[in-house]
């Protein structure tokens, strides 16, 4: 287990999917669940791990797939479903060195647009031999701030031993976020358990038997580069993610797991499960697959190795900037975090100077902070040292909080309006407004975090708040043991709207099933809130 642990739209919004989506998200592997496609090498190229879209803007998006064997990447766009009038983007050569997956980068689109696009597998030796086409949509960022946007995030998927069970229809909570139609899904980290393994079947306290779809992958701790690969087929195995993919782009970051849990640059690994100690060879493992199985424009998998990085600005059109963070590659190593004097911190010097330029150049109404871990609930790395930030000391910052000190006290400084932060990590959902008066670091403005997960895994009681940045709890919703499955406790997702009209930023904080747990309406052009 990780000790960080871990009402919908207008149709008008964006038109409804019918006819060749519906069919395409299903593909081949039918039903809730199937293993894994063969790779059977006659006949044409297959795209049966579906498609995806990511780190779409006003006029630019990203389109992924995979393929069963070599073969060209096609992708052609159109402003129709019917595919009337198109445009032909060739893409990358799929083969072995990336696993067979391929993205495509599509520019020049307009805004503010749905776009239908479709993609096709062609043979590398004779071009005329091609796959059946598989479709998906997605909307480009509007270019007027009336036109609003609405978007979704979570994070912790198929974590502490929670698989893709079919008995309970796989992982429902991505269908019930399709059916709300947002214009994109911010994955807030644990996009897979790499070192979770699953059984084929959990008793449960109650005596019900829970059940997981395998595969040799997911069946012990990932170390090799096949391993990590397998981790993020594995979800794509579930028909709801399929389907959510070919529907909803995707803003992603990583946390700890997609490596191993609580790992910092430089740690060697104690543990008998592993035969690779180098937890940076490890990590580098998993960022190339994190590449090959992910559309995010600022990395590039090439020849063995990762290149560029994971945080970045995804602009989406006038009313939102999404800053994305990496507070996992540049961190120091976990520690009791009592330091008087740590420039190092979390995110690194060079992502923090990186953010604050970002961030004052931001022209964007609302400016989200997407972190992979919550800044005022502390998070432990067993008896004595702290896996994220706050260390439960409430007074002055120490450790890893003087970095963030250093962030709040430049954004109240440089007066920088519509801040605020996302995250997941911890496995309930929450609310915390924190405060100077309320701080004993009191040089900042004030400001909302909001937590929200899993989407499929363990949920977990609430974790303690450290009062160094004066956070209150407005909300929170959490189980009172550890480890809860799905099918004892809701998986939890959140909700942010940006109306149009009035700049108003709402966020809900959702649970399966329909439930909108708490909302909070913000309001624009404030330094804090």
Known sequence: MSSSVPDGPSPA????????????????????????????????????????????????????????????????????????????????????????????ALRGLPAGEQIHYRVTLADPDDPRRTGEPVVGTFRTAPARPRDGVRFLWSGDIAGQGWGINPDIGGFRAYEEMRRLNPDFFLCSGDTIYADGPVQPSVTLPDGRIWRNVTTPEKSKVAETLAEYRGNFRYNLLDHNVRAFNAQVPTVVQWDDHEVRNNWYPGQILDDARYTEKDVDVLAARASRAFAEYFPVSTLHARGGGVEGRMHRVVRYGPLLDVF?????????????????????????????????????????????????????????????????????????PLGRELQIAELLRFVKHRRITGTLWLTADVHHTSAQHYAPERAAFKDFAPFWEFVSGPLAAGGFPANALDGTFGPERVFVRAPERANLSPMESP???????????????????????????????????RVGQ
Request: zero cysteines.
């Open 13 to 104: 919004r964006r038109s409804v999917l019918r006819g060749s989506l519906a069919a395409s998200a299903a593909l081949t592997l039918g039903g809730a669940v199937a293993a894994a496609p063969a790779l059977a090498l006659s006949g044409r190229p297959r795209a049966a791990w579906g498609v995806q879209t990511g780190d779409v803007t006003a006029s630019s998006g990203l389109v992924w797939v995979r393929s069963d064997r070599p073969a060209r990447m096609i992708v052609e766009t159109s402003s129709s479903e019917s595919f009337r009038r198109t445009h032909r983007h060739v893409g990358p050569l799929l083969g072995t060195g990336s696993d067979f997956t391929g993205t495509t």
């Open 324 to 396: 994305v963070l990496d507070m996992r590659s540049y961190r120091n190593a976990n520690s009791p975090g009592r330091q008087a004097d740590d420039t190092t911190g979390i995110l690194g010097a060079e992502q923090l100077a990186w953010l604050k330029r970002e961030l004052s150049r931001s022209r964007a109404v609302w400016k989200v902070l997407a972190a992979d871990m919550p800044l005022g609930l502390v998070v432990p790395d067993g008896a004595a040292n702290i896996e994220a930030i706050a260390q439960g000391d409430p007074g002055a």
């Open 491 to 525: 998986q939890y997702f959140g909700e942010v709207d940006i109306d149009g009209g009035s700049g108003e930023l709402t966020v809900r904080l959702r649970a399966e099933g329909g439930t909108v747990l708490f909302s909070k309406v913000l309001q624009p052009g």
